[in-house]
Antibody
Framework: QVNLLQSGAALVKPGASVKMSCKPS????????VHWVRQSHGKSLEWIGY????????NYNEKFKTKATLSVDKSTKTAYMELSGLTSEDSAAYYC???????????WGPGTMVTVSS | DIQMTQSPPSLSASLGDKVTITCQAS??????LAWYQQKPGKAPRLLIR???TLESGTPSRFTGSGSGRDYSFSVSNVESEDIATYYC?????????FGAGTKLELK
C-alpha cells in the first residue's frame, strides 16, 4: 500500500531555515513526481512545487521560488523540502503528495507542522 | 494562474440531505478537476478525479459533474462521516490551484 512518511513537527525561530523529509513507500520512488503543498491554519491549500525523483528536475510556484528548495536522495528514496528566511506567515502544515501520468494528487503524507516563533 | 472560485464557504445539512458545492475556474479547464475531502488534522483525501471519476473506495453517494469553467460536487444522503471540508483542484495547468474550501456541518 502506498504511504508517504513525513518528518515531525518543527519549531523554528524567525529568519531561520527548516528542512523536512518525505519518504514514500509502496511504489517505485522514481515512477511518480513528488509535490509539496502548504496549508496555513484554517486556510486553503497552495501548491509549492514539484521534483521529479528520476531526473531531479524541479518546478516551483512563482510565489515560493525564493522560499522553498526541493531535493531528493535516490539512495534513501527520500524527498526533501527546505524553507528559508522563515517568518510567522510560514507557520503552516506542509504536505508531500504525488502525481502520476495525470496531474491530480492521489496519495498524501500526514503533513509536517512548522511553527515559526521566537 | 487559474483562479478557482468555490462556493458556498460553508454548508449546514441534516443527515440524509443532498448538498451541492460548485467551483468555477477563471478559464476552461477541460474537466481536469478533482475533489478532496479533508477532516481536521488530516491530509486531504482524493474522492473524485477528472470531474466525475470516483476514486477507489469513494462511496457512490459522492458525484461530480461539469465542463468548461463550471463544475459541481454533490453528496447525497449525507452521513455523519461526511462532515469535513471539501476542496476542488484544477490540474490542467501549473500552478495547480485549489478552491477556498467548503465546510460541511451538521444542522
Amino acid at each position: 500500500q502506498v504511504n508517504l512518511l513525513q518528518s515531525g513537527a518543527a519549531l523554528v525561530k524567525p529568519g531561520a531555515s527548516v528542512k523536512m523529509s518525505c519518504k514514500p513507500s509502496g511504489y517505485t520512488f522514481t515512477d511518480y513526481i513528488v509535490h509539496w503543498v502548504r496549508q496555513s491554519h484554517g486556510k486553503s491549500l497552495e501548491w509549492i512545487g514539484y521534483i521529479n525523483p528520476y531526473s531531479g528536475s524541479t518546478n516551483y510556484n512563482e510565489k515560493f521560488k525564493t522560499k522553498a528548495t526541493l531535493s531528493v536522495d535516490k539512495s534513501t528514496k527520500t524527498a526533501y523540502m527546505e524553507l528559508s528566511g522563515l517568518t510567522s506567515e510560514d507557520s503552516a502544515a506542509y504536505y508531500c503528495t504525488r502525481t502520476g501520468m495525470n496531474w491530480y494528487f492521489d496519495f498524501w503524507g500526514p503533513g509536517t507542522m512548522v511553527t515559526v516563533s521566537s | 494562474d487559474i483562479q478557482m472560485t468555490q462556493s458556498p464557504p460553508s454548508l449546514s445539512a441534516s443527515l440524509g440531505d443532498k448538498v451541492t458545492i460548485t467551483c468555477q475556474a477563471s478559464q476552461n479547464i477541460d474537466k481536469y478537476l478533482a475533489w478532496y475531502q479533508q477532516k481536521p488534522g488530516k491530509a486531504p483525501r482524493l474522492l473524485i478525479r477528472f470531474t466525475s471519476t470516483l476514486e477507489s473506495g469513494t462511496p457512490s453517494r459522492f458525484t461530480g459533474s461539469g465542463s468548461g469553467r463550471d463544475y459541481s460536487f454533490s453528496v447525497s444522503n449525507v452521513e455523519s462521516e461526511d462532515i469535513a471540508t471539501y476542496y476542488c483542484l484544477q490540474y490542467v495547468n501549473l500552478p495547480s490551484t485549489f478552491g477556498a474550501g467548503t465546510k460541511l456541518e451538521l444542522k
